[in-house]
């Protein structure tokens, strides 16, 4: 099982960034998949998800400015974040979950994702 992040980068507030991950060696299909982020010294958070049927979910500090999608034909999800803020400065992780996560309204839990990627900085500067 690989998920592989891409397209972090050092950009200037009010920029926009787009994230990649490319995932193999599961059913990427009937996955769960959410994308969460770690800024120094704090903990890791949820920032968004995105079902198999690609109904999405938002955390509150990032609606309206980044939007997820995903592409079954090509096992990649994406995660396209305008109008970035210096608080959006963190590592972004992608990750999988088994479809009873999103089921049992457990998305936003780290804990029950099953497989993570290495991460990719983003660093929005002021």
């Known amino acids: 099982v690989q998920l592989q992040a891409s397209g972090g980068g050092l950009v200037q507030a009010g920029d926009s960034l787009r994230l990649s991950c490319a995932a193999s060696?599961?059913?990427?299909?009937?996955?769960?998949m959410g994308w969460f982020r770690q800024a120094p010294g704090k903990e890791r958070e949820f920032v968004s998800g995105i079902t198999w049927s690609s109904i999405t979910s938002y955390a509150d500090s990032v609606k309206g400015r980044f939007t997820m999608s995903r592409d079954n034909s090509k096992n990649t999800m994406y995660l396209q974040m305008n109008s970035l803020k210096p608080e959006d400065t963190a590592v972004y992780y992608c990750?999988?979950?088994?479809?009873?996560?999103?089921?049992?309204?457990?998305?936003?839990?780290?804990?029950?994702?099953?497989?993570w990627g290495q991460g990719t900085q983003v660093t929005v500067s002021s």
């Open positions: 060696g599961f059913t990427f299909s009937s996955y769960y």
């Open positions: 990750a999988a979950a088994d479809a009873r996560t999103y089921l049992s309204a457990n998305y936003k839990r780290q804990d029950k994702y099953d497989y």
